[in-house]
Every structure is written in C-alpha cells, then in structure tokens.
C-alpha cells in the first residue's frame, strides 16, 4: 500500500515559482480526482445504458491545458525563455500575455498599451510583472521575478564530477551526470520540466491503480482548536467538488460486477446456478435474484455489468454467501470422512492379503536357502585350498597397493613401503613403474592454458631461483597476467587494432621512475605478444611502443625490492605521445615510434619501473621476447649495472639496509650525477 501525501492548494500574498508548481500539482491531482469520481463513473453509467441524470461539476482541464500544452503553455514558454542567452522575467511576460491572453479566459494579465488584450483577460490592478491564473480553488496573482532563475536549476559539472567520485555509493546514483567517462553535451532539464515530467508518471501511476482519496479541510486560517470559519469551509467544499462527488455517490451504485465474476461468487445461493449454470451468465444471475429475499429494485442490469444500489444489499449478499459456505463445508466434510473410511478399511484388506502372501513365500526361501547352503559349503573348501597358494603371492601386491594413499599420486613425493628382502628386486621395478604411471597422469591434467601458466612458472624458477630475494613469495601466487580488465574495456579495444596489440599479456597500473629526479610516477604499463606499451592510465593514451624485438636486456637487483630495468636498442624506435602523435614540439613530423622530438631534443633510452609484480613481469616479457627474436634476452641480476638514459649512461647502485621486508614507500632513490642509487 502506498501513501501519497501533497501540499494543498497556496495562496500567498506573494506567489512565486514555488507556488505556481505546488498549485499545478494539485490542478492536476483535482482533475484525476474528479475524472476518477465523477467523470468516470458517469461515463460508465451511460456506457452500461442505466438510467442516471447527469450532474454537472467544474473542469479544470482548460487550465491545466493552458500551464503544460506544448509550444504555448507557460511552461513551454518559461523553458523556451530559460534557454536564451540574455533572458529576462519582462520579456517572459511579454510573450505570456501575448500568446495566452488571447487563448483562455483563465489567464489574466495587466492592461498595456504595448500589447492588445482583450478586456476579459485584462486588469489594471495588477502590479508591475504580474500575471493571474483562475484555479480550480481561486484567482492567484503570480509575480515573475525570479521565474527563469530558479526554473535554471543548473549544477556545474566539475560539482557533479566531484560528488559522483565520493566513496558513498548514493552519490554515483544522484549525480550520474558526474561520470567523466560518459560526456555530454546535452542541456540539462528544467525545474518545470522535470517537475512536469514527474507529475506525468504520478498521473500514469495513479490511473493504473486503484486509489483512495482523503480530502483534508481546514477550519480556519489561524491553525488553532475550536475555531470554525463557515466561509472559508463552504470555499473548500465548493472547489473540491464534495456536493457534486456526494450527489454522485447517492444516486449512483455502490458495488458493481460482470455478470460472470457475479455468478462465479454468489452462484452458490440458488439451486438454479449451483454448482455448475450452463447457460448465459445473464440468465443465471437473472434466476439467482429472483431467489434471492432482496427486493429487485436493488439491481440494474447493464449491458456487460451487475449494479447493486446500496451497501446494505452487497452486506446481505455476502452474509448469505457466508452461511451457504459453511454449509457447503459440512457437506463436504461429511463425504471425505465417508471416503477417507472406506480407503482405510481397503487399505487393511489389502494388507492382509500382502502379509499373507509374503510369508508363505518366506518360509519357501528359506528353506530354498538351507538347502543352497549346504552345497555352497562343500564347493567353498574346494575354492579356498586351491586360492591360498595364490592369496599368498599377491600378499605383497595388496599390501602394497593399500598403503600407497592418494598423497604419493604427487610426481614429487619419493615415499614407497617397505618390504621382504626376496621382494627388492620386484619392488625397486614397481617403484620406477609406479612414478612413471603417476608422472603421466599428472601431465594428463594440463590444458593448453595451464601448460603456458606451467611453463611461465618454470621460466620464473630458472631465471630467479636461489638469485632474486622476492622470488620465494611469488611462487604460490599464480600469475593472472590482466590485472585491470582492460580487454573488456572498449577504447582498448580501438587502439589495439591500430597498433596491431590485441593479445594482452600483462596489464596493471605500476611506477615509472623517472630517470632525472627518481620519482614514482604511476603508469599503465600493458605488454602483448608483439610491443610492450605505456599508456596513460586515465585516457589510455599511448606514451610509448616499444617492439618487443628492441628489447635486449632485463637487469634487477637480488634484494627483496620490486625495480626491474628494461634495456632498449639504441636508438629506439618507441614514440612519444605525451603530445600529438607524430609531431614534435619543434614542428617537424617525425616518423612514429621515434623518442626524437626535435634535434635538441634527448634520447630517452632505457625504462626504469616499479611493481608489485616484478617477477611475472619480467617472466612474461622474457617469454614474449624469446618467441619474437627467437632467442631469450640477458636476465642481469646484480648490486650494481649501467643503464642508458638518454646519450648519458648512469650506473645504478643498490644498497640494501637490513629492513626484512620492503614497501614501495620504503625504497629511496638518490640520482648524483651519473649514478642512481636505491636504497632497499
């Protein structure tokens, strides 16, 4: 059940724009009052060719026509002015006066002599900027000023950008204009237009129901107890249309069916109808009055429907309906103790004979079976004497088969059980057979994607095992290669078909330390099977594209941090696009993937990076390296290697201070000259 509470009717000394929305949402609320209640009711009487006099009542449509028609409502016309550059509440009234003036008499508007008007739409005692409207509850005097500005319900985009990145999750729901990553372009909507449109789905709502409405009259203007204002009252029954809705309900019906849910509910009071009326509906709800103790004037037949008059009938009806199911229980329960007996007396009568039955074929059985007995005791002695011998050579066998668990399945595990010394020989064969069998139904559980994953694995082992600190706790970790999604994303999607990178690697968000002051620059560094790529890590634009076949070396430390060293050929033929592709600063194009902005400009050489997942970066780079050139790249693990920066070669120093473990904001780097050194 929902509950739908409104503001009720305004009428201030000086209205504005709050009030004139407040009282086109009850204009519109009375109108679907009023077609719910009396409209609607009188439309069906007549539809259903019953005989009723019409009773007249207020309809407000013209002003609801006149506030939200499109091209020349007020609304319309508000937007239509809101939308302008140089906008202004007198020339909003302007055009109002001079399109609804002469359109509806519900409009009225100050006389001037710039602007012809009829004398019915038109008053002198209006103020300055001031136009009336005649409700369906009174004539309001509405003031313009301040109209446009706050229909320009605006909120700027940066607002909406920093409420829908706050970490509630609320906000990403009322700011999605907010979201960088769909722009537009759009205009935003109006006050009056979100408010229209608003109004439009309450209206939609409530006619798919079936509403209650509660009128609420005040007694006096002052809001205090044992004051009773009759005018003020009489005003409110008046426009609510209560007299009109009262004479309806009176002279109309309060309870209405189809002749078929009718006689479907109460067909069970007439021995014509129940429990089955073949016939028309009509007909059977004809018979089923007729034996009713209701007078016939409380019914009218209308074409497809049964009226009933008053409530005391339907109260009636269904106290009847009541008796005559409470009876109908009786019966009914009457005849499933009756069947519910006789089941149960048949039930037993079959059991007995089941009973019967099964224990002369028992006793049968088992006398079958004494005799069986015998005769598989004199062929059992026979079968044991000539299986001992042979139970005894397969002892080992079974023993050895029993204690071999499901753990020595595992290719690493050397455990095997004991045995007779006359057995050493059968045994030591049983051993390497038994490993065998196991080494290949190990293999057999690899797909094509664990073998990669394997062979990754056993790369990382020969390349870092007992040389880089770090290596022992990447082992138990699986290497899942994506970390950001990005073959999901759709922009990726666009530039890997450009650059011919669609198989992705390894994709995570790193640090790129900077080759002149050493600092943590945070990247997206993405590798496929051909390039290796940096991407900025909100517009994914490409920074640089290295071939993987320009990459000949790989350096790392043996401490425990995560900094690697990527050695690219000279000159390399990675692109710079931290501005326009292909153009440098100086104004030359350049061919791209060239780090050569201008002729002054330097080369940028080697990369140094920073990532919680050195070893599977590496690994994977130098798998992608192999299969590229065909041969595997130098894996440099050592304290101390050059590395080219630019046309300047810089040697990098690693010191270790003794820390057990080390973070990423535990790593200081120093650049002096030629040297960097990284304090782990």
């Known amino acids: ?5 409104v503001y009720g009717f305004e009428m201030m000394e000086k ?57 020349h409502g007020i609304l319309s016309l508000l937007d239509e002015e809101s939308n302008k550059l140089n906008f202004s509440e007198e020339s909003f009234l302007a055009r109002l006066t001079a399109l609804c003036s002469s359109q509806s008499h519900n409009f009225i508007d100050r006389r001037n002599r710039q602007y012809v008007t009829t004398p019915a739409t038109s008053d002198n005692s209006l103020p300055q900027n001031c136009f009336r409207l005649r409700h369906f509850a009174g004539t309001v005097t509405y003031s313009v000023v301040g109209f446009i500005e706050k229909n ?33 372009v759009k205009r935003p909507t109006t006050t009056g237009a979100q408010f229209k449109i608003a109004i439009d789905g309450l209206v939609r709502n409530i006619s798919s129901k079936q509403p209650h409405y509660v009128r609420c009259i005040k007694p006096n203007e002052l809001k205090q107890p044992r004051i009773f204002e009759m005018a003020l009252v009489q005003h409110q029954v008046r426009y609510l249309g209560l007299l009109e809705t009262v004479r309806v309900r009176r002279c109309g019906f309060c309870y209405r069916l189809s002749y078929s849910q009718f006689l479907s509910r109460y067909k069970m009071l007439s021995l014509q ?39 005391r009938s339907v109260f009636e009806l269904e106290e009847f309906r009541r008796e005559r199911l409470e009876d109908l229980a009786t019966l009914i329960q009457k005849i499933w103790r009756g069947y519910r007996k006789k089941k149960e007396f ?19 059985r088992e006398e079958y079976r004494i005799l069986k007995r015998r005769k598989q005791i004199e062929w059992a002695v026979n079968v044991i004497q000539r299986h001992f011998i042979c139970w005894k050579r397969i002892q080992f066998l079974l023993k050895l088969s029993k204690e071999l668990t499901t753990e020595s399945e595992s290719p690493v595990c050397r455990d095997w059980p004991p045995c007779h010394c006359r057995l050493t020989e059968a045994s030591m064969l049983l051993c390497r057979l038994h490993h065998k069998w196991r080494c290949h139904q190990y293999r057999l559980r690899f797909d094509q994607t664990a073998r990669n994953r394997m062979r990754e694995k056993v790369t990382a082992s020969i390349i870092f095992k007992e040389r880089k600190a770090s290596y022992s706790r990447s082992v138990s970790h699986p290497f899942l290669g994506d970390y950001v999604r990005l073959r999901q994303n759709v922009q ?28 943590f620059v945070p990247i997206l560094f993405v590798l496929s099977t051909s390039s290796m790529l940096i991407l900025d890590q909100r517009t994914l634009q490409i920074k640089y594209r290295v071939p993987a076949t320009e990459i000949y070396r790989l350096s790392l430390s043996p401490y425990l941090d995560d900094i690697a060293v990527f050695h690219v050929k000279a000159p390399s033929p990675c692109s710079d696009t931290s501005s326009e592709p292909g153009i440098p600063s100086g104004g030359t194009i350049l061919p791209p993937g060239c780090l050569f902005q201008s002729e002054f400009a330097k080369k940028k050489g080697d990369f140094v990076f920073q990532t919680g997942h050195v070893i599977e970066i590496v690994t994977k780079l130098f798998l992608v390296v192999q299969n590229a050139v065909g041969k595997p790249p130098q894996v440099n693990i050592s304290t101390e290697f050059e590395a080219n920066f630019g046309q300047q070669t810089v040697a990098v120093l690693f010191k270790c201070t003794g820390l057990p473990e080390v973070q990423s904001g535990q790593i200081r780097i120093v650049r002096k000259g030629n040297k960097m050194e990284v304090l782990v």
């Open 273 to 311: 109808t129940w429990p089955c009326w073949l016939g028309t509906p009509v007909e059977g709800v004809s018979y089923l009055i007729k034996d009713l103790p209701i007078p016939g004037a409380e019914f009218a037949f209308g074409r497809t429907k049964l009226f009933v008059r008053s409530p």
């Open 346 to 364: 048949l039930k037993k009568r079959k059991s007995q004979i089941i009973i019967a039955a099964a224990w002369r074929s028992w006793r049968a």
């Open 492 to 519: 990726w999607k666009k530039i890997c078909v450009e650059n011919n990178d669609q198989y992705v690697v390894f994709a995570d968000i790193i640090n790129k330390i900077t080759r002149s002051s050493g600092k």
């Open 152 to 184: 320009n319900d605006f909120l700027h985009r940066d607002l909406s950008i920093a409420m829908f990145r706050c970490r509630h999750p609320l906000m990403k729901i009322l700011f999605p204009e907010g979201n960088p990553r769909r722009p537009t």
């Open 15 to 71: 209205n504005s724009f709050e009030q004139f929305i407040i009282n086109f949402c009850n204009e519109k609320l009375h109108q679907v009052i009023t077609e719910s209640t009396l409209k609607q009711e009188q439309e069906e009487y007549v539809r259903e060719d019953i005989s009723w006099t019409h009773v007249d009542y207020f309809n407000n449509s013209p002003v609801c026509n006149l506030i939200e028609k499109n091209n």
């Open 1 to 5: 059940m929902g509950i739908l509470d």
